[in-house]
């Protein structure tokens, strides 16, 4: 059955005063908030595991006031989005909810693709199997795994943490990932999409679709953006923070491969964690913003 958490949920936000718009994909509804003027070029900003759409309210302000039309979905399962049950959840299916809201609900173009955690995994997806729609891409905290290698160690540990944990507390993760100690208020939020575990399946599956080897159902498709990405040569930004065991060894590696990324000044986010957004969301902005208007 799939669920929908109650608007009473999201009451009294912490800097979040965003009004949700909805769009339908498939029979899903998928929420997103936007800001800046309506004719703005467009940032495309997508969260991962198991935060949601609250995760950039820092960076929003920033690219509005840059003049950037920032669009920042919640993706199915997380946020105020719908949440399936588990055989609904896929890499591939989490990909087309994205393409679908992004290019048919919303007719986004030549899109500036923001991508931290999951949202890089989709994003450069998306990126390199619609590359009419996508004008840039911004990579923070993120890669592209296709199986062919491993995956560090802290990441194995926070996947059999959530694999295991009898009540998964997604504010103590959140807070897990973050150099600055978050507020109570702020960690309600992040579990504000929750009301009980029956809700959680999203942030349950996420690690486990991450292809670990190749014969990961994910990984022909893996492989085939990465035989786009390594042509692309439009604008391509690596904004890595300083403190993330999990997706640090990633960034040269995108800065290597990626014909897009040569040449370029690749910020790096000082004092933040794995959720740079949360540690450090307004700088993470202005290098967006100026990534955007160069």
């Not at 998928?30 to 969260?47: E, I, K, N």
């Not at 042509?231 to 890595?240: D, G, R, T």
């Not at 960034?251 to 959720?275: C, D, M, S, Y």
């Amino acid at each position: 059955m799939t669920l929908r958490t109650d608007d009473a949920r999201f009451a009294d936000l912490p800097d979040f005063p965003y009004e949700p718009s909805y769009g339908m994909v498939d029979t899903l509804r998928m929420a997103y908030v936007t800001a800046g003027p309506q004719d703005g070029p467009v940032a495309l900003l997508l969260h991962g595991e198991p935060s949601w759409s609250f995760l950039y309210r820092t960076v929003l302000p920033v690219l509005a006031d840059a003049g950037i039309r920032a669009v920042a979905p919640d993706l199915v399962g997380f946020g105020r989005s719908d949440k399936p049950p588990a055989a609904t959840h896929s890499y591939a299916a989490h990909v087309e909810w994205v393409r679908s809201l992004a290019f048919d609900v919303l007719d986004l173009r030549d899109v500036t693709v923001v991508g931290q955690d999951w949202g890089g995994l989709i994003g450069l997806r998306l990126a390199a199997e619609h590359p009419d729609r996508v004008a840039r891409i911004v990579a923070a905290n993120t890669g592209l795994p296709t199986g062919e290698h491993g995956m560090p160690d802290q990441w194995w540990q926070f996947r059999r943490a959530v694999e295991k944990a009898e009540t998964l507390d997604i504010g103590r993760f959140v807070q897990s990932g973050c150099r600055t100690t978050l507020s109570d208020a702020v960690r309600a939020a992040y579990d504000a999409p929750f009301p009980d575990e029956s809700y959680k399946v999203a942030p349950r599956l996420m690690p486990g679709l991450v292809p670990v080897s190749l014969e990961d159902p994910a990984a022909p498709a893996n492989l085939a953006a990465w035989r786009v990405l390594r042509k692309w040569e439009k604008p391509f930004l690596c904004a890595f923070s300083d403190s993330d065991p999990i997706t640090g060894a990633m960034a040269p590696i995108l800065r290597k491969l990626i014909p897009g990324a040569a040449g370029r000044e690749h910020p790096v986010i000082e004092g933040a964690g794995h959720f740079l957004q949360e540690d450090a969301g307004e700088r993470l902005g202005e290098e967006i913003a100026r990534f955007m208007t160069d």
